[in-house]
């Protein structure tokens, strides 16, 4: 497609279960980060891709979540045994180049643990 | 380290007045400044951006910004605004670290 792609648009789960969002990015981006979005808290970056290495992953809370990238293309976003503080919208972005100058984010995937 | 404030969280217009919504940052090195639209239930859509050169920068939808050094701002304007620009607006900061970094927002209602 034209622009970054995110799957499921809407998830409710369990507390405790396991979840995995999937970001499809912009053909031919190299670069691919992972935000999230929650109330009261802004946007929290969370993982950033260069191809399928992640030399930024500071911005992970907790060793319950983690991402991986394959193909320099797909992103899976994992959280494990959620909580109900992991309820918030999960934003994808990718961008062409490597300084991220210009972020394309897609159209976020909405998370309600309860 | 960087960092983004924007003062206001809500900003009430009337519909074809004008609107300035502030943004301030802090970096230690050269930055990259970004508005950044979202529409309800919608993902983040890139207004305009400063790299480099004119501190003027125009971008969609009629908006603008300026990008002042010395007071370290990035205040996003537009002279007359539409019932359909009301949405939350977020300014970011990028540079000195790959990732963006992105105020709080202000939601902007433009009123009939």
């Known amino acids: 497609g034209a622009g970054v792609s995110q799957s499921p648009s809407n998830k409710v789960t369990e507390k405790g279960k396991d979840v995995e969002l999937r970001c499809d990015p912009i053909s031919g981006h190299t670069a691919l980060y992972w935000y999230r979005q929650s109330l009261g808290q802004g946007l929290e970056f969370l993982i950033y891709f260069q191809g399928n290495s992640a030399p930024d992953k500071s911005g992970l809370p907790s060793d319950r979540f983690s991402a991986e990238r394959t193909g320099g293309s797909v992103s899976t976003l994992t959280i494990q045994r959620t909580q109900q503080e992991d309820s918030a919208v999960y934003l994808c972005?990718?961008?062409?180049?490597?300084?991220?100058?210009?972020?394309?984010f897609g159209e976020g995937s909405w998370l309600t643990v309860v | 380290a960087q960092s983004v404030t924007q003062l206001d969280s809500q900003v009430p217009v009337f519909e074809e007045a004008p609107v300035e919504l502030r943004c301030n940052y802090s970096s230690s090195v050269s930055v990259y400044l970004f508005w950044y639209v979202q529409y309800p239930n919608q993902g983040l859509q890139l207004l305009l951006k400063y790299l480099s050169g004119s501190t003027l920068v125009k971008g969609i939808n009629g908006f603008e910004a300026e990008f002042n050094k010395s007071q370290t701002s990035f205040h996003l304007r537009k002279p007359s605004v539409h019932i359909s620009d009301t949405a939350e607006y977020f300014c970011?900061?990028?540079?000195?670290?790959?990732?963006?970094?992105f105020g709080s927002g202000t939601q902007l209602t433009v009123l009939p």
């Open positions: 972005a990718s961008s062409p180049d490597r300084r991220g100058n210009t972020i394309y």
């Open positions: 970011a900061v990028g540079g000195s670290a790959r990732q963006l970094t």
